[in-house]
T-cell receptor, first 116, second 111 residues
Framework: EAQVTQNPRYLITVTGKKLTVTCSQN?????MSWYRQDPGLGLRQIYY???????DKGDVPEGYKVSRKEKRNFPLILESPSPNQTSLYFC???????????????FGPGTRLTVL | DAKTTQPPSMDCAEGRAANLPCNHS???????VYWYRQIHSQGPQYIIH???NNETNEMASLIITEDRKSSTLILPHATLRDTAVYYC????????????FGKGTSLLVTP
């Protein structure tokens, strides 16, 4: 089944304790992205990747890192989490990163992160 | 990307058609209209998209006005599982790949 998976689905952690949220897609998609969703603010893009070893900042990149060493994986890293990073996180992917950007984006199930 | 305007909420009786409007008066010629929905904190789900012709798939129909300044998503026979927030998004050209979800329309399907 074609899908985007995220792990963990739920995480409670403490300020300053490094964590990684994994994202994997099995559709051979070139483009991958991370969003966070907060009440009243909607979904905002954190980072995106056009292909392996190519990443760039989205609208709210502060406090996050990403890497794209393999096409299928796009982990989100919080080196020193803070309470303002408590949020619902979504990973997304789409087929192509070239040409007209009209490809459908497929989203993972979400990771609910709480930083105490 | 062009900005979109949607009503914040709508109700629909189960089995009836749900018609969700969207205004996008500043849309440019190479921008598409996309619809996604999000069911209670799940990952957003693609529904349909179109450029200028009406489109239909197994989930919904998309009606785009001739001047392309507005569109309507139609769920022909709404079910309780269609209760969700529906997002109308305009994107295309060189505007990048990020989806600007906005606030969407919260659709409540009632028995």
């Amino acid at each position: 089944e074609a899908q985007v998976t995220q792990n963990p689905r739920y995480l409670i952690t403490v300020t300053g304790k490094k964590l990684t949220v994994t994202c994997s897609q099995n559709m051979n998609h070139e483009y991958m992205s991370w969003y966070r969703q907060d009440p009243g603010l909607g979904l905002r893009q954190i980072y995106y990747s056009m292909n392996v070893e190519v990443t760039d900042k989205g609208d709210v990149p502060e406090g996050y890192k990403v890497s794209r060493k393999e096409k299928r994986n796009f982990p989100l890293i919080l080196e020193s989490p803070s309470p303002n990073q408590t949020s619902l996180y979504f990973c997304a992917s789409s087929l192509s990163s070239s040409g007209i950007n009209t490809d459908t984006q497929y989203f993972g199930p979400g990771t609910r992160l709480t930083v105490l | 990307d062009a900005k979109t305007t949607q009503p914040p909420s709508m109700d629909c009786a189960e089995g009836r058609a749900a018609n969700l409007p969207c205004n996008h008066s500043t849309i440019s010629g190479n921008e598409y209209v996309y619809w996604y929905r999000q069911i209670h904190s799940q990952g957003p789900q693609y529904i349909i998209h179109g450029l200028k012709n009406n489109e239909t798939n197994e989930m919904a129909s998309l009606i785009i006005t001739e001047d392309r300044k507005s569109s309507t998503l139609i769920l022909p026979h709404a079910t309780l599982r269609d209760t969700a927030v529906y997002y109308c998004i305009v994107r295309g050209g060189n505007s990048g790949y990020a989806l600007n979800f906005g606030k969407g329309t919260s659709l409540l399907v009632t028995p």
